[in-house]
T-cell receptor, first 111, second 112 residues
Framework: RKEVEQDPGPFNVPEGATVAFNCTYS??????FFWYRQDCRKEPKLLMS???SGNEDGRFTAQLNRASQYISLLIRDSKLSDSATYLC????????????FGDGTTLTVKP | NAGVTQTPKFRVLKTGQSMTLLCAQD?????MYWYRQDPGMGLRLIHY???????AKGEVPDGYNVSRLKKQNFLLGLESAAPSQTSVYFC???????????FGPGTRLTVT
């Protein structure tokens, strides 16, 4: 079993749709959690950190459930520019900042 | 600030050749990382460094060596390239106590 698993996707949605991505992690000692965005043939960039209390940044909402070892990302009112691959990232050792990446979920938003 | 830069951007090697990938960051970050990304997959950690003069193995270190002689530079070496090392290589850096890794633009390596 992979340490970080994501919905296989791809997700193809119309503009304005709401879409949710899920991610599970296997190490209960995991300490910090993130969603990164990666555009085609580009480097990953931090989209948002994920906190236990849940957090929101505009149209994006991230949730963490430590008991179920589950992370989610909700995108409301999808835009064409949201088309990208979304990577779930988990850190098990914040002292070294080492991260484990999920394989990513690809989102295509269509007009 | 240039952020994180990688050299070269593209390279084609023949099996058995060697090469060094250079990563440089101008943000005075303590931690630096080398990842590889294969098609349809997430990033896998090759080696990392928590400070100048220190390196450690990541998830997939075999066939690679690294050095961090200066804080701003992290070099990834392939001593004898194999087709299985065809991949996109990303370097990243992180400030101590921070949460966000900053990535370079990647090096696309093909080994024939």
């Amino acid at each position: 079993r992979k340490e970080v698993e994501q919905d296989p996707g791809p997700f193809n949605v119309p503009e304005g749709a709401t879409v949710a991505f899920n991610c599970t992690y296997s190490n209960s000692a995991s300490q910090s959690f993130f969603w990164y965005r990666q555009d085609c043939r580009k480097e990953p960039k931090l989209l948002m950190s994920v906190y236990s209390s849940g957090n929101e940044d505009g149209r994006f909402t991230a949730q963490l459930n430590r008991a179920s070892q589950y992370i989610s990302l909700l995108i409301r009112d999808s835009k064409l520019s949201d088309s990208a691959t979304y990577l779930c990232v988990v850190n098990f050792n914040t002292n070294a900042g080492k991260s484990t990446f999920g394989d990513g979920t690809t989102l295509t938003v269509k007009p | 600030n240039a952020g994180v830069t990688q050299t070269p951007k593209f390279r084609v090697l023949k099996t058995g050749q060697s090469m060094t990938l250079l990563c440089a960051q101008d943000m005075n970050h303590e931690y630096m990382y080398w990842y590889r990304q294969d098609p349809g997959m997430g990033l896998r950690l090759i080696h990392y460094s928590v400070g100048e003069g220190t390196t450690a193995k990541g998830e997939v270190p075999d066939g690679y060596n690294v050095s961090r002689l200066k804080k701003q530079n992290f070099l990834l070496g392939l001593e004898s390239a194999a087709p299985s090392q065809t991949s996109v290589y990303f370097c990243a850096s992180l400030a101590g106590g921070s949460r966000e890794q900053y990535f370079g633009p990647g090096t696309r390596l093909t080994v024939t």
